[in-house]
């Protein structure tokens, strides 16, 4: 493996992959090795921030969705998404009992099942203590950290799986040179939108749970008024 | 009444209600030093009680400190919670009368647990849904105390740990308890003096507090006789739980609390959701200490609508009720 596919493999963990970049990783002949090697990074990562965020490391969905894409000549079957979907959600709550991660978005998984063309992105870059700069010579970046993460990439359709009776598609026209942008800001909306839930949530605990005003102690920050 | 009840010792107002209650009921007697009673303390003393002192808060790898202070000044609470650790900030509640009950304390409360025991059609109070057993004595906070194992009956709700003030009843340590026997969070008094009452200038804002909102327990016209207008309902729960706000078939607002006497979540619903965001996550969950917030985006009347619940709860639990949102129409 060239170090220059290296390069686009870190960037790519830390949300920084440019279109060229991403082209570079998704064209590769040797698949198995950028997958062992996004794998290692990710563990080397983790490692060294000595935290407890590798719970969905193994989960690896890619040959699942490649599988599916090339039986349909890249188009999903209904039956082949909820196929999909189950599976992954299977995975997904066999590994929720072991996290203890604040804010750890999960949209993909069902976005990936119904995309025409996935890769899978693992970047979250929220709630980040960190202050230590990492040794060099690691390729790592950012000791934001991680969860895994699909997202689509060109001419993506999602679905909205709310039920099996009203589900329905919207089509994505964002460009993948967009799309670090608007997810950091989508990020920061969702980060805030649960700050002031968990602050409403928590003001009728504090009444209702039996223990009072002690319970406050779990909302972190709050607009003073 | 509740000034001059509040300088009694609270075991004698606790055998007073006791004895209140037991007669007309029918001879269905608790041991004074079962969990049961204990609980019921718990949910008086930490409401009227005067205190003051520190406690940690754990969860994950995290501690944080916090200094409370507590004191009823003619039958209203007054509270202060400061944080001690990085941005000065604090809690202020003031003038929360004690006869202001909501539905969570009434379902810890000793005679709704004897009514539901009676097979009366009120809510059954926590003894339904977890199961109790006194689990020897200890010390915390250099008091003694009495500890309490609380066992959830199903899996939609956490275990509880709870170290209960011999003397009072008061709250000192609590630990969550989740899948694996993990502590998810854990409170602990460090130090706490009990019985002298503070002044009320003691609770004036300090410049960087969050006045914190009072939700009526009960609510009054133009919400549960109001016909007309749309609202929606979470139509899956586990058993137990009831809305903190009384008499109401429909939530007309953005947010539904829901409690089972120990365990408490919100229901959130945003009907104007911004589509270039929606495209950033039809579906997300967030996890810290026990709190859970799971959020995804729901067709409902052709609308994407976003619904998020957050609560003391397991994920699983919270996406279940996530999904049985829906709307009524009433017209």
């Not at chain 1, 965020?53 to 039986?71: E, F, K, N, P, W």
């Not at chain 1, 979907?85 to 750890?104: C, G, L, P």
């Not at chain 2, 003694?144 to 509880?160: A, M």
């Not at chain 2, 609510?219 to 009831?242: E, H, I, K, L, S």
Request: hydrophobic content about 40%.
């Amino acid at each position: 493996m060239s170090d220059q596919l290296r390069e686009s493999i870190s960037a790519l963990m830390d949300g920084e992959a440019d279109e060229l970049e991403l082209r570079r990783i998704m064209s590769t002949d040797n698949d198995e090795s950028v997958r062992s090697t996004w794998a290692r990074y990710h563990l080397v990562r983790e490692v060294m921030q000595d935290n407890d965020t590798g719970a969905y490391r193994h989960l690896d969905i890619s040959s699942q969705v490649s599988m599916a894409i090339g039986h349909n000549n890249g188009r999903l079957s209904e039956e082949k998404i909820d196929q999909l979907e189950s599976v992954v959600a299977q995975k997904v709550s066999d590994d929720q009992q072991k996290t203890i991660v604040w804010w750890r978005p999960m949209a993909g998984f069902a976005v990936a099942a119904s995309v025409a063309m996935a890769v899978i992105v693992g970047v979250q870059t929220l709630e980040t203590n960190a202050t230590s700069e990492l040794a060099s010579g690691f390729p790592v970046a950012s000791k934001a950290p991680m969860t895994s993460r699909v997202y689509p990439v060109a001419g993506a359709s999602m679905q909205a799986s709310g039920g099996a009776s009203n589900a329905v598609r919207y089509q994505s026209s964002e460009l993948p040179g967009d799309i670090a942008a608007s997810r950091a800001a989508a990020d920061l909306e969702a980060r805030h939108r649960l700050e002031r839930y968990m602050l409403r949530h928590t003001e009728r605990a504090v009444l209702n749970n039996g223990q009072g005003m002690i319970s406050f102690a779990r909302v972190a920050s709050f607009d003073k008024k | 009444m509740m000034s001059a009840l509040r300088h009694l010792p609270l075991s004698t107002i606790g055998l007073f209600v006791f004895a209140c209650l037991i007669m007309p009921a029918g001879g269905l007697v608790y041991a004074d030093d079962s969990p049961q009673i204990a609980l019921s303390r718990m949910s008086h003393s930490f409401r009227e009680l005067d205190y003051h002192g520190t406690f940690s808060f754990q969860r994950g790898s995290s501690t944080e400190s916090f200094r409370i202070a507590h004191s009823v000044i003619d039958g209203e609470e007054f509270e202060r919670l400061e944080y001690l650790d990085g941005e000065k900030r604090e809690i202020v509640r003031r003038g929360h009368h004690l006869n202001c009950i909501h539905p969570g304390h009434k379902l810890l409360r000793f005679y709704q647990q004897q009514q539901a025991q009676l097979g009366s059609s009120a809510n059954a109070g926590v003894g339904s849904f977890y199961e109790f057993a006194v689990n020897g004595t200890g010390r915390v906070a250099g008091r003694e105390v009495v500890n309490l194992q609380i066992i959830p009956k199903d899996t939609h709700r956490f275990e509880h740990h709870l170290s209960l003030d011999k003397e009072t009843g008061l709250l000192l340590r609590t630990e969550l308890i989740g899948p694996g026997k993990t502590v998810l969070e854990r409170f602990q008094f460090v130090e706490i003096t009990i019985g002298e009452p503070l002044a009320g200038e003691q609770f004036v804002d300090a410049g960087a507090s969050y006045q914190a909102y009072h939700t009526e327990p009960s609510v009054t016209a133009n919400v549960a006789g109001n016909t007309v207008g749309d609202g929606w309902t979470v139509q899956w729960m586990p058993t137990g739980f009831t809305s903190t706000v009384a008499n109401v078939k429909f939530v007309t607002g953005d947010i539904a609390t829901f409690t089972d006497g120990l365990t408490v979540f919100s229901v959130f619903l945003e009907s104007d959701v911004d589509l270039n965001l929606v495209q950033r996550g039809l579906e997300g969950r967030a996890q810290k200490g026990a709190t859970t917030a799971y959020t995804r985006l729901l067709v409902l009347a052709d609308r994407p609508h976003r619904i998020t619940v957050v609560g003391e709860i397991p994920a699983q639990t919270a996406q279940q009720i996530a999904q049985s949102v829906r709307l009524v129409s009433s017209r």
